[in-house]
T-cell receptor
Framework: ETGVTQSPTHLIKTRGQQVTLRCSSQ?????VSWYQQALGQGPQFIFQ???????GRGNFPPRFSGLQFPNYSSELNVNALELDDSALYLC????????????FGPGTRLTVT | AQRVTQPEKLLSVFKGAPVELKCNYS??????LFWYVQYSRQRLQLLLR??SRESIKGFTADLNKGETSFHLKKPFAQEEDSAMYYC???????????????FGQGTILTVHP
């Protein structure tokens, strides 16, 4: 059984640019949640996708958007990057709409300069 | 609004000593509470959840609704328990943000030999 994978591992972007982060969910999981973890903080919920539809959103502006594909993999897109977007972005997958345990990926470290 | 507070950023104990990591929450209803752990260079993983009421790696946590707390305890700490610990809360089924995990800021536990 393959666990949650994320790509890239880390990347550096310039303020104002756009970025796409990718997540492959664990086999058999149809729900993906994205979290932002700033340095020294706990993860903060961005949004969740269930069967290709957004299924809940945290307190993040619209420039944070996402997609889920038929194979349940997911993308997180961030437009107009700001310095404060520098963080570790975590993806978590779970079966059955998020009611069960969420399995986390290793994260993507984004640095905005 | 749901909130999780972990008052201690750092906690140091000696091997064999008891350890308690504190967690308090704020939620209007009956939440699900979790403890997640992140060992060095590993991904975030579930340690235990209050619903299962089981002991994992010697750790236990009791949900105290009166004090809105979910403290993590272990009677005899081991060096391999050194890690970052996060307390997390999930809202009641049916809410718009069900599936969303709200994390505390985390406590770094160091167990000295």
């Amino acid at each position: 059984e393959t666990g949650v994978t994320q790509s890239p591992t880390h990347l550096i972007k310039t303020r104002g640019q756009q970025v796409t982060l990718r997540c492959s969910s664990q086999s058999g999981h149809n729900t993906v949640s994205w979290y932002q973890q700033a340095l020294g903080q706990g993860p903060q919920f961005i949004f969740q996708y269930y069967r290709e539809e957004e299924n809940g959103r945290g307190n993040f502006p619209p420039r944070f958007s996402g997609l889920q594909f038929p194979n349940y993999s997911s993308e997180l897109n961030v437009n107009a990057l700001e310095l404060d977007d520098s963080a570790l972005y975590l993806c978590a997958s779970s079966p059955m709409g998020g009611t069960y345990e969420q399995y986390f990926g290793p994260g993507t470290r984004l640095t905005v300069t | 609004a749901q909130r999780v507070t972990q008052p201690e950023k750092l906690l140091s104990v000696f091997k064999g000593a008891p350890v308690e990591l504190k967690c308090n929450y704020s939620y209007s209803g009956s939440p699900e509470l979790f403890w997640y752990v992140q060992y060095s260079r590993q991904r975030l993983q579930l340690l235990l959840r209050h619903i299962s009421r089981e002991s994992i790696k010697g750790f236990t946590a009791d949900l105290n609704k009166g004090e809105t707390s979910f403290h993590l305890k272990k009677p005899f700490a081991q060096e391999e328990d050194s890690a970052m610990y996060y307390c997390a809360l999930r809202g009641v089924a049916g809410g718009t943000s069900y599936g969303k995990l709200t994390f505390g800021q985390g406590t770094i536990l160091t167990v000295h030999p």
